[in-house]
T-cell receptor, first 114, second 115 residues
Framework: AQSVSQHNHHVILSEAASLELGCNYS??????LFWYVQYPGQHLQLLLK??????LVKGIKGFEAEFIKSKFSFNLRKPSVQWSDTAEYFCAVNGNTGFQKLVFGTGTRLLVSP | DAGVTQSPTHLIKTRGQQVTLRCSPKSGHDTVSWYQQALGQGPQFIFQ???????QRGNFPDRFSGHQFPNYSSELNVNALLLGDSALYLC??????????????FGPGTRLLVL
């Protein structure tokens, strides 16, 4: 069955702390991987994506993620968080051919205290 | 360049009623997908439309139906509403790429409350 597991449901950090959010997936075949972010009161926005090539992908606002195929993981990282990073983060996966639904994890709520 | 738009933003219905939600895709996109996001959960795939046909469907009952129009906009219909249908309904649009998949861009959602 296709699934995404996000291990941390809630994370609380102080500003300038480093962030790593875990994401593991179960999906047959070649995958595309995504991190979406939902800021308070806003809609889901794409943070970064992996389709192929370099397994280390960089996204907006200083975020990056590394695809480790052997571990079925796609962890999100940021070296120094800001108060404005407070949001809910969703990891998602789909297959790399057309008509592929996105399968989401349950999300991680990040609270950054100033 | 307008992003994905959805209407209405909020809706309150009673059990047994029917509801129609609307979505206009991002300019240039030809594929629309619908998701249900219950409180505290990630979005769950309902179905996807391309060329006015349902191409893929998630694990939702037949009470959930949809339509895509020639201008690529889409509707989600839910009949015989249940309390458990209360959720945020998200529309996502994308441009189909048969070779590499596609990136889906989400609208703000319609929050449905069933009483």
């Amino acid at each position: 069955a296709q699934s995404v597991s996000q291990h941390n449901h809630h994370v609380i950090l102080s500003e300038a702390a480093s962030l790593e959010l875990g994401c593991n997936y179960s999906y047959g075949g070649t995958v595309n991987l995504f991190w979406y972010v939902q800021y308070p009161g806003q809609h889901l926005q794409l943070l970064l994506k992996y389709f192929s090539g370099d397994p280390l992908v960089k996204g907006i606002k200083g975020f990056e993620a590394e695809f480790i195929k052997s571990k079925f993981s796609f962890n999100l990282r940021k070296p120094s968080v800001q108060w404005s990073d407070t949001a809910e983060y969703f990891c998602a996966v789909n297959g790399n051919t057309g008509f592929q639904k996105l399968v989401f994890g349950t999300g991680t709520r990040l609270l950054v205290s100033p | 360049d307008a992003g994905v738009t959805q209407s209405p933003t909020h809706l309150i219905k009673t059990r047994g009623q029917q509801v129609t939600l609307r979505c206009s895709p991002k300019s240039g996109h030809d594929t629309v997908s619908w998701y249900q996001q219950a409180l505290g959960q990630g979005p769950q795939f309902i179905f996807q439309y391309y060329e006015e046909e349902e191409r893929q469907r998630g694990n939702f009952p037949d009470r959930f139906s949809g339509h895509q129009f020639p201008n690529y906009s889409s509707e989600l219909n839910v009949n015989a509403l249940l309390l458990g249908d209360s959720a945020l309904y998200l529309c996502a649009s994308s441009l189909l790429d048969r070779g590499a998949g596609e990136t889906q861009y989400f609208g703000p959602g319609t929050r449905l409350l069933v009483l």
